[in-house]
T-cell receptor
């Protein structure tokens, strides 16, 4: 079945440093989403990428979708303590009408040291 | 307030004692799903439902049942829980997978099976 690999599993950074997490899918995706889960909380939707090579920004967060639509990355510039949490990607295979499932990556747990 | 609710939030039970975790959403979403979250494994989909009376297996359905008799409710049933079902469970809903893919997650249910 479809697999979505995410690395690294853990990342510790000093406040102010940058952070990047990567996702790779075994199959071509129709779209990919990113979620953030704060400690003790539930996943919260951040963004969805649909187009090949798409780049989207949300303040200090930059999301990219690869040209082949099989990989994606989330980059945080100048991390803050509020960025602490686990970041998940979730890939979907199949377009509208045929979509059935999202497959989540295993997540990257980010710790920001003050 | 638009939300997904789950009950109970915490449950400790014993092997073999049937239990149900309820999930309800008030957003008139068609798509609902159940995930379990285990350390290092991310979110794995148990079952999903595209609409009323339409359910299908996710990646890890063994030992679970679901039903979708009404659009707003999607209970997860463990007929004979075992210790390997100790996990954090999330219910999620989405307007219609393939159209708008933002998943709204419930607060989670932490289940311990002794």
């Amino acid at each position: 079945g479809q697999q979505v690999m995410q690395i690294p599993q853990y990342q510790h950074v000093q406040e102010g440093e940058d952070f990047t997490t990567y996702c790779n899918s075994s199959t071509t995706l129709s779209n990919i989403q990113w979620y953030k889960q704060r400690p003790g909380g539930h996943p919260v939707f951040l963004i969805q990428l649909v187009k090949s090579g798409e780049v989207k920004k949300q303040k200090r967060l930059t999301f990219q979708f690869g040209e082949a639509k099989k990989n994606s990355s989330l980059h945080i510039t100048a991390t803050q303590t509020t960025d602490v949490g686990t970041y998940f990607c979730a890939g979907q295979v199949g377009s509208s009408g045929s979509a059935r499932q999202l497959t989540f990556g295993s997540g990257t747990q980010l710790t920001v040291l003050p | 307030e638009a939300q997904v609710t789950q009950n109970p939030r915490y449950l400790i039970t014993v092997t073999g004692k049937k239990l149900t975790v309820t999930c309800s959403q008030n957003m008139n979403h068609e798509y609902m799903s159940w995930y379990r979250q285990d350390p290092g494994l991310g979110l794995r989909q148990i079952y999903y439902s595209m609409n009323v009376e339409v359910t299908d297996k996710g990646d890890v359905p063994e030992g679970y049942k679901v039903s979708r008799k009404e659009k707003r409710n999607f209970p997860l049933i463990l007929e004979s829980p075992s210790p390997n079902q100790t996990s954090l469970y999330f219910c999620a809903s989405n307007l219609r997978l393939g159209i708008n893919n933002e998943q709204f997650f419930g607060p989670g249910t932490r289940l311990t099976v002794l």
